[in-house]
């Protein structure tokens, strides 16, 4: 502070109590002054570092924080002192005549914990400044008024179920709003309120432990434990501050799983199917998730692995299946021995994790179907068996140990034909329409079988059936044949047969000339050997103009049993062939042709006359037709004298023969509206006249009539006339029934006034006395 005229309190340093005058409360004021003592020749001031501490406090009456003094010598000058800065005015307010600074509102430290103000000496009258401002500072110093919080609170932490004594669970912080620096206010200490024994927390570092050995999750899963923070470092009239953690103990694998009983009974009926779920069982385990999770097996009683137990992911149960069918014939009971065993296992626990249990299985009978002594059956029968011949018998049982009788059908949807008949009691197949190997070698039927005291037990077998083949068809040519021969060679031909039997032993075919043809001076056969001959000819003279054609019959018989025969005629045609002996032309017609022109030739000849004379013949008519003259080019001709007019002509409709005024208007005769004519846009192109002399003028004049009509732009044109007034005269009188004043109408309207007073005014405006009319 720069002062000529201005010391606060000259001294380093002192304590002022002051008396609150409505509580009676004390405050205690006390002024830090540090500086330096430093005398200026020029202004003869002092200078002060200046600082005021001042405790927190709440209350409502205003707290003397300093008071202001100056040695200024002012002589009678009314002095007054004026305080800005921080809080000045509002918070802090000074004694302009005593210069007393009090404090008028409540401080806080933990909203702000110092505050610069200004102080300056003027002049009361004028306001002028008596010397240069002076800054100090006033600092708020804490009380222990803020409790200890846990921001972060509740918590909630977990630990593992057996776990040893000391470890950590979790750590708890709790915040202090008050000066860490000043005092103890903002020490904290921590206590545990609830949760012991079986927690414990580090006091100064708020870390929870165990405090317990063998805390059993199965026992007691949740706790909850209540923490304390206190400030003052937990002394006497420390604030404090609470939060609760809730622990939960963590599942760990030490409990094995336990069969709720150690036999299971169950009764199976010996129809379930494969797959099908049998019983259940269940191994309780007291730990939970995965911990808690088994496996079943059947570890014994089960040797032909008829039975199969798995694990249902959900409900934790062993379900037992069938893995083969029941037979209460053969086995009525079953004991097995089943194990629940734990998927997860701490080879550091020494249990065995694991149970066993007795399972006891009783097959119930049940009325199963009839069974077939074999699935298939395979039957044989020749293709030429009688009617009614047995063929085979199939055979089911009824498997219980009733027995019931069994009835036997064919399913007719396999046999649409009805070719088998079977017998209901025996089983018996026979025959019932003939059959044909060559049609169907094989037949496949399903035969069911059905007890008589229950016809819903059905079984079926299926029965194949096998027509055996017989010689019933005689060989024959594997194809038409038709062999060509060279008028000057000896090309032989091969033939072979087929067959439709079948013969265990295989085809063998003998081939002969009928014996008509034995001694034939043409053809002969050469057998081959592999059931196939070659037709060879006798001689090399065969001649298109003798013969074109040779039929040879053959006679083919094969091995059967009795042997069958057919005759098949081979067709031979004399063809003409080149050098090589390839055929050129196999028709007689050639040799009557002209020497060195084939047939094509002579067609394509004929073809070509043929055209010249059209086009001759057209020529010829094209010339007839030039010498007509087809234009009339005489320069008389008649249809020159028609002359076109572009108006129309007199009548009725003419509007220019007269003067049309007085139609517009008969009271204005000098008004006159024009005639609107509408001529089409589209011009139509006049026909050049003209024509060979001769020709008929009143077909011509006829002609141009047509076209005149059709012609959208010859006239009349549409025509618009525009009447704008009412015509007078007419024997049909007047369209109106209503006329001005003007009108000379004759008409009465007094009848309008007899119509009462609502008509009366009308009547009056359109009633016309006799003072009117003359006017």
């Known amino acids: 502070i720069k002062t000529d005229h201005l010391c606060f309190l000259p001294f380093r340093s002192f304590t002022l109590q002051s008396k609150s005058l409505q509580t009676g409360s004390t405050a205690l004021l006390r002024g830090l002054v540090e500086g330096q003592r430093i005398l200026s020749r020029a202004k003869r001031g002092w200078v002060w570092n200046q600082m005021f501490v001042l405790e927190e406090f709440s209350g409502p009456d205003p707290i003397l924080v300093g008071r202001l003094h100056t040695d200024l010598d002012v002589g009678s000058t009314p002095i007054k ?42 002049n009361r009258d004028t306001d002028q400044p008596l010397e240069p401002p002076s800054e100090f500072i006033i600092k708020v110093q804490d009380i222990n008024d803020n409790p200890p919080q846990f921001v972060e609170g509740p918590y909630r932490a977990s630990v593992p179920e057996m776990s040893q004594v000391g470890t950590s669970v979790t750590r708890v912080t709790a915040t202090d709003a008050d000066d860490p620096v000043y005092g103890n206010s903002a020490k904290l200490v921590y206590s545990i309120l609830e949760g012991q024994p079986y927690f414990s927390i580090d006091p100064n570092t708020a870390i929870i432990k165990i405090a317990l050995h063998g805390m059993d999750r199965e026992m007691r899963e949740e706790y909850l434990v209540v923490i304390q923070a206190k400030d003052m470092g937990g002394h006497m009239g420390g604030l404090s501050g609470t939060t609760t953690v809730t622990v939960t103990l963590t599942d760990v694998n030490d409990n094995p799983p336990k069969f709720s009983k ?22 309780n385990d007291r730990d939970i998730g995965e911990n808690a999770k088994s496996t079943y097996n059947i570890i014994d009683g089960d040797e032909k692995d008829v039975f199969e137990i798995t694990t249902d992911a959900q409900t934790q149960e062993g379900i037992l299946r069938l893995k ?23 080879p550091n626990s020494g249990s065995p994790f694991k149970d066993t249990a007795t399972v ?13 002594s074999k699935p298939t059956f395979v039957l044989q029968v020749d293709e030429n068996a009688p009617i009614n011949t047995v063929i085979g018998t199939v055979t089911a049982r009824d498997p219980d140990v009733t027995g019931s009788l069994v009835r036997y059908f064919i399913d007719r949807h396999t046999d649409l034909e009805r070719q088998f008949n079977i017998n209901v009691d025996d089983g018996k197949i026979t025959l019932a329409k003939p059959l044909d190997r060559e049609t169907d070698m094989w037949h496949n039927i399903t035969v069911t079988a059905t007890e008589i005291r229950n016809h819903s037990q059905i079984s079926r077998a299926i029965v194949a059936i096998r027509v055996l083949d017989i010689n019933d068809n005689a060989p024959e040519f594997a194809t038409e044949y038709e062999a060509f021969l060279c008028e000057n060679g000896k090309p032989g031909q091969t033939v072979s047969a087929v067959d439709k039997d079948d013969p265990i032993q295989g085809h063998y075919f003998e081939y002969r000339l009928i014996p008509e043809m034995l001694n034939n001076p043409n053809f002969t056969i050469k057998n081959n050997g592999d059931n196939s001959i070659s037709v060879l000819a006798k001689h090399d003279t065969f001649r298109r103009q003798k013969q074109e054609m040779y039929f040879l019959p053959i ?71 030039k010498n007509k003259p087809l234009i009339i080019k005489d320069d008389e001709d008649v249809r020159e004298n028609i002359i076109r007019y572009d108006d129309e002509g007199g009548g009725e409709e003419d509007t220019e023969a007269f003067d049309i005024a007085t139609l517009q208007n008969p009271d204005g005769i000098n008004g006159y509206l024009p005639r609107k004519d509408i001529k089409p846009d589209l011009q139509f192109m006049p026909r050049q006249s003209g024509g060979p002399n001769g020709v008929d003028v009143d077909e011509f004049i006829n002609v141009r009539l047509h076209e005149a009509d059709n012609d959208p732009t010859a006239p009349p044109y549409d025509s618009i006339q525009i009447y704008g007034y009412e015509g007078r005269g007419s024997i049909a009188g007047s369209l109106s029934s209503l006329e001005t004043a003007s009108s000379d109408s004759d008409q009465n309207y007094d009848y309008l006034r007899e119509w009462g007073p609502r008509f009366r005014r009308l009547g009056e405006l359109y009633s016309v006395g006799e003072s009117d009319k003359e006017t």
């Open 555 to 625: 006679i083919v018989t094969d091995n059967g049993n009795p042997p069958m025969s057919s005759t098949n005629t081979l067709t031979i045609r004399v063809c003409g062939c080149s050098r090589e002996g390839i055929v050129q032309s196999c028709n007689v017609e050639a040799y009557v042709l002209p020497i060195g022109l084939s047939m094509g030739a002579l067609i394509a000849i004929l073809a070509c006359i043929i055209l010249l004379l059209v086009i001759v013949v057209l020529f010829v008519t094209l010339r007839r037709h």
């Open 324 to 346: 083969k069918p029941l037979n209460f014939e053969t086995k009525k009971s079953y004991t097995l021995k089943v194990e629940a065993a734990n998927i997860r296992f701490d």
């Open 262 to 283: 150690s036999l299971y009974e169950f009764v199976i009926p010996e129809e379930l199917g494969i797959g099908q779920p049998g019983g259940k069982v269940k191994a």
């Open 360 to 372: 006891k299985i009783a097959v119930e009978d049940s009325d199963e179907p009839p069974v077939f």
């Open 81 to 122: 002192y004026v305080l800005a800065g921080e809080g000045a005015g509002t918070i802090f307010a000074i004694n302009e005549i005593t210069g007393d600074i009090h404090a008028m509102k409540r401080l806080d430290r933990e909203e702000k914990a110092e505050y610069t103000l200004t102080a300056q000496v003027t």
